[in-house]
């Protein structure tokens, strides 16, 4: 009988640090596939030790491990110890971002040795642009897929006047553009001639994110009609409040894979100004990356066009759907 486990490490457990990401993406995508037929379950794990101990006691035909981060010579061992169980290894991250992440390049290199030696394991990419350039050897597709209620629409008034919340959120990462963000979002404000609530991501710098935050500031204090919200990190339902609060998000990310806050805004009914790096959003949603302007136009029309909710529900749908094939064809 097949069965899936997704196993992402428990950062939970070492020094009360909770990095939620990869496990609020493991549940979404084990949630979907649920839906469509698979029995999956989630794992959090410290180790290989871990996780060889948790398959002993507990078999299944297939694991999937979020991110390249146990070491190659315990993957090896691991899937050498276990060869009915058919492993991956799935990188979250498209290739421009792996200039911040050395550590994680040495490891994919790495996985495809481990590949071309054992007949259970594959490299793989929630990316399809990542599997397509990965030193042209083989990388299975595995995309991040997203739990939607079915029959539910979230519904989004239109912006009409008041204050303005605009949310930038995510890991604060140079990759993530944020001054970019920030920049539209003065932008909007002063053509609707507003005040402005625009809320960043605080509590998780990453990369030089201490100066994004301060570059932020810079830009914004003392301008009489904008208040910076510094959102510290949040249990995933409480996430969702804050992004249900908004009226609009803005994620310019220079490189991306998925970007779970665009998707989170979908089933809140906000809708988001994105790059063209987040391919699975409706088109006119995207805006070009390093153009403050260009991102502000994409956000004044979003504001104010009342099919953008059902716009992204359709795309993320789509998305579920040939994603779910990728999948299935992974577990065949």
């Given at each position: 009988?097949?069965?899936?486990v997704l196993a992402y490490k428990n950062f939970a457990a070492h020094?009360?640090?909770?990095?939620?990401?990869?496990?609020?993406?493991?549940?979404?995508?084990?949630?979907?596939?649920?839906?469509?037929?698979?029995?999956?379950?989630?794992?959090?794990?410290?180790?290989?030790?871990?996780?060889?101990?948790?398959?002993?006691?507990?078999?299944?035909?297939?694991?999937?491990?979020?991110?390249?981060?146990?070491p190659s010579a315990d993957i090896q061992a691991l899937v050498l110890?276990?060869?009915?169980?058919?492993?991956?290894?799935?990188?979250?991250?498209?290739?421009?971002?792996?200039?911040?992440?050395?550590?994680?390049?040495?490891?994919?290199?790495?996985?495809?040795?481990?590949?071309?030696?054992?007949h259970n394991f594959h490299l793989a990419g929630n990316s399809i642009?990542?599997?397509?350039?990965?030193?042209?050897?083989?990388?299975?597709?595995?995309?991040?897929?997203?739990?939607?209620?079915?029959?539910?629409?979230?519904?989004?008034?239109?912006?009409?006047?008041?204050?303005?919340?605009?949310?930038?959120?995510?890991?604060?990462?140079?990759?993530?553009?944020?001054?970019?963000?920030?920049?539209?979002?003065?932008?909007?404000?002063?053509?609707?001639?507003?005040?402005?609530?625009?809320?960043?991501?605080?509590?998780?710098?990453?990369?030089?994110?201490?100066?994004?935050?301060?570059?932020?500031?810079?830009?914004?204090?003392?301008?009489?009609?904008?208040?910076?919200?510094?959102?510290?990190?949040?249990?995933?339902?409480?996430?969702?409040?804050?992004?249900?609060?908004?009226?609009?998000?803005?994620?310019?990310?220079?490189?991306?894979?998925?970007?779970?806050?665009?998707?989170?805004?979908?089933?809140?009914?906000?809708?988001?100004?994105?790059?063209?790096?987040?391919?699975?959003?409706?088109?006119?949603?995207?805006?070009?990356?390093?153009?403050?302007?260009?991102?502000?136009?994409?956000?004044?029309?979003?504001?104010?066009?009342?099919?953008?909710?059902?716009?992204?529900?359709?795309?993320?749908?789509?998305?579920?759907?040939?994603?779910?094939?990728?999948?299935?064809?992974?577990?065949?």
């Amino acid at each position: 009988m097949q069965r899936l486990v997704l196993a992402y490490k428990n950062f939970a457990a070492h020094l009360n640090i909770s990095h939620i990401g990869l496990g609020v993406s493991a549940l979404n995508t084990c949630k979907v596939l649920r839906r469509g037929g698979v029995i999956a379950d989630v794992w959090p794990i410290l180790n290989a030790k871990d996780l060889s101990g948790r398959l002993q006691r507990d078999p299944a035909s297939h694991v999937v491990i979020s991110a390249p981060w146990i070491p190659s010579a315990d993957i090896q061992a691991l899937v050498l110890a276990n060869s009915s169980t058919r492993f991956a290894v799935n990188c979250h991250s498209n290739v421009g971002f792996l200039q911040a992440d050395s550590n994680g390049v040495r490891l994919v290199r790495e996985a495809m040795e481990v590949e071309a030696a054992c007949h259970n394991f594959h490299l793989a990419g929630n990316s399809i642009k990542f599997c397509r350039s990965a030193y042209t050897r083989p990388c299975t597709y595995l995309p991040n897929l997203y739990y939607l209620d079915n029959d539910f629409l979230p519904w989004r008034p239109l912006y009409t006047g008041g204050t303005l919340r605009i949310g930038a959120f995510g890991a604060t990462r140079p990759l993530k553009n944020f001054m970019s963000a920030a920049g539209a979002a003065l932008e909007i404000t002063h053509r609707y001639k507003a005040n402005l609530e625009l809320w960043l991501s605080a509590g998780r710098t990453e990369g030089g994110g201490d100066t994004i935050l301060r570059s932020a500031r810079a830009m914004l204090d003392g301008l009489p009609n904008v208040k910076l919200v510094e959102n510290g990190w949040q249990s995933w339902p409480k996430f969702r409040q804050s992004v249900a609060h908004m009226h609009l998000l803005l994620q310019p990310s220079y490189t991306e894979s998925f970007n779970m806050v665009t998707a989170d805004g979908v089933a809140e009914g906000v809708p988001s100004v994105v790059s063209h790096a987040i391919d699975w959003a409706p088109e006119h949603w995207k805006a070009m990356m390093d153009d403050v302007l260009d991102i502000a136009r994409v956000g004044r029309y979003l504001l104010t066009d009342p099919y953008a909710p059902q716009e992204g529900i359709e795309a993320l749908k789509a998305h579920n759907s040939e994603g779910l094939k990728s999948w299935q064809g992974f577990l065949n």
